[in-house]
Each structure stands twice: as structure tokens, then as C-alpha cells.
């Protein structure tokens, strides 16, 4: 059962040289599964065999501001080419795309066979900043959840793996990381005046968190929650989790994951 915000333990950690090791091993086997399912190698032990495109993969990466997001996504992508892969950032929606249902703006970025996406920051601010920020009414974010849970398992009816992360760090952590960006003249553009705002709010983003996770985490698309106080923990499992759920949904399209080569962490 999904757990609440409240119930996730932060405690665990992992060492820089540990989680260097163990990036190194997923990101290897990430890249072999890419190659897999763009149609660029077969799934044989040297690349032989089926080279059929493998399932679109969409990844939504959520969580709290300075959770740590970008350094898990530059973990995913770096063994990529970045020919193979997008990453879509999404902030407050455009006046042209205020005039479109609120989906509208993500459709052209969602991957096709073969294809991998990252959305940072997904269609969940519906349920999540807009309604926390009273920018919709509330039966219209209530009414988002069904939206949602509808076009996620139409797309996953489709063939798509969509993998929904929610990096969660505590109180305490997202202040220190608040104040060590204020002070670095290199990661100061990253903190806002509505980052501190947000701050102020956080009882009601976990109000609004843990009733998005229990009602969108679907059986075709649950929730992980990545413990996240301890950023090299949590790219290791967000690598261990991608690939996871990417090799349950090759399996689902018939197409078997590549065996392990020996130097990756294969399942």
C-alpha cells in the first residue's frame, strides 16, 4: 500500500563513492534497454536478434522544490544520446495554453514507439500547485484526478511505460538546500521569491501530495515514492526504479529484456 509523505523514513543513506559505483552499473543497464527498445539493437547477449521498437517511455518526475529532480534526471540521461531521449520542463502554463484543456500541452511531447520522455513537472500541478494556489475552483481540479487516471491508462492500453516518481525530502533538509543555494553564486538563479512562498504553504502541499498519490496511483500506473534527503540515494533509486518498471513493460509488449552483459545491474 502507498504510503503517506508522513510515513516515508528519510533516514536511509548512501555514500558518494557508493552511489557512484552503483550509477555507473544502472546506467549501463539503462542504456542497453534503450538500445533495446529503440530498435537500434536486438535483446541477444551482442545485440543480435529482435529489433523490433520496444514501448514509448514516459517518465513524470515530481517533488518538492530542491528535492533534487534535475540531478536524477541528468543520471537517466547521461548514458543516452541525446538523440534518443527528451526532457520537457513545464512552468505555469501560457495564455494560448490557458484557452486549451489543461492536457493539451503535454500531448505533443508525449514519446511514441521507441521513444523516452522526462517530464519535469507533469499535468499533476492541476492537482497539486493550481489547487493549492486557488487558481482553479475546486470541482474543476477534483474532476483532474479522473482526467488523469483516464488518459494515463489509455496511453498505458496503448503500450506506453509510464513511470510516476514523487522525491520527497523533509522540512528541514529543503531549508538547508534553500540556504546553501541562496549563498552559491552558481545555484542562486535556482531560488525564488516563490520558492520561499511555497515553503510557507507546505502543510497544504502535503495535504494536496498525499491525496494526489492516493488517487492516482493506479494499478497500470502507481506512484514510487523516492526517499530523497539523501540525493545520491535517491538517483540510485530512481535508475533502479526506471529500469524496473521498464523491463516489466517490455515484457507486457512480448519483447523480452536483454540478459544481463555483467557489467550492469540486470534483472
Known amino acids: 500500500m502507498l504510503q503517506r509523505l508522513a510515513d516515508v523514513d528519510l533516514s536511509p543513506r548512501l555514500s558518494k563513492p557508493e552511489s557512484i559505483e552503483k550509477i555507473l552499473?544502472?546506467?549501463?543497464?539503462?542504456?542497453?534497454?534503450?538500445?533495446?527498445?529503440?530498435?537500434?539493437?536486438?535483446?541477444?547477449?551482442v545485440g543480435e536478434g529482435d529489433k523490433r521498437l520496444g514501448p514509448p517511455l514516459l517518465v513524470i518526475m515530481e517533488g518538492w522544490d530542491a528535492a533534487g529532480k534535475g540531478g536524477a534526471i541528468r543520471r537517466l540521461t547521461e548514458p543516452i544520446d541525446p538523440r534518443h531521449y527528451t526532457v520537457a520542463p513545464f512552468a505555469a502554463p501560457t495564455p494560448r495554453e490557458l484557452r486549451h484543456h489543461f492536457m493539451w500541452r503535454f500531448f505533443p511531447l508525449v514519446p511514441g514507439w521507441g521513444g523516452m520522455?522526462?517530464?519535469?513537472?507533469?499535468?499533476?500541478?492541476?492537482?497539486?500547485?493550481?489547487?493549492?494556489?486557488?487558481?482553479?475552483?475546486?470541482?474543476?481540479?477534483?474532476?483532474?484526478?479522473?482526467?488523469?487516471?483516464?488518459?494515463?491508462?489509455s496511453f498505458i492500453e496503448e503500450g506506453m511505460v509510464i513511470v510516476k516518481l514523487f522525491l520527497h525530502i523533509s522540512d528541514e533538509e529543503q531549508l538547508k538546500r534553500?540556504?546553501?543555494?541562496?549563498?552559491?553564486?552558481?545555484?542562486?538563479?535556482k531560488l525564488t521569491d516563490e520558492d520561499w512562498r511555497n515553503r510557507k504553504k507546505r502543510a497544504e502541499y502535503e495535504l494536496a501530495i498525499d491525496?494526489?498519490?492516493?488517487?492516482?496511483?493506479?494499478?497500470?500506473?502507481?506512484?514510487?515514492?523516492?526517499?530523497?534527503?539523501?540525493?545520491?540515494?535517491?538517483?540510485?533509486l530512481t535508475l533502479e526504479t526506471v529500469i524496473h518498471r521498464l523491463e516489466a513493460g517490455m515484457r507486457r509488449a512480448g519483447l523480452e529484456p536483454p540478459e544481463s552483459r555483467g557489467d550492469d545491474y540486470g534483472t
Not at 499535468?123 to 494515463?152: C, F, K, S, T
Not at 534553500?178 to 538563479?189: G, I, N, T, Y
Request: hydrophobic share 40%.
Open 211 to 236: 491525496e494526489m498519490l492516493a488517487r492516482t496511483d493506479t494499478s497500470p500506473a502507481p506512484w514510487d515514492v523516492i526517499p530523497a534527503d539523501s540525493k545520491h540515494l535517491a538517483r540510485v
Open 117 to 153: 520522455t522526462i517530464f519535469d513537472r507533469s499535468w499533476y500541478g492541476r492537482v497539486l500547485v493550481e489547487r493549492v494556489e486557488n487558481l482553479i475552483d475546486e470541482p474543476v481540479w477534483q474532476r483532474a484526478y479522473h482526467e488523469i487516471n483516464d488518459i494515463e491508462t
Open 25 to 45: 552499473l544502472l546506467q549501463r543497464r539503462l542504456l542497453h534497454l534503450r538500445l533495446v527498445c529503440g530498435g537500434l539493437i536486438g535483446s541477444g547477449p
Open 178 to 189: 534553500f540556504e546553501a543555494r541562496q549563498v552559491d553564486p552558481l545555484k542562486s538563479w
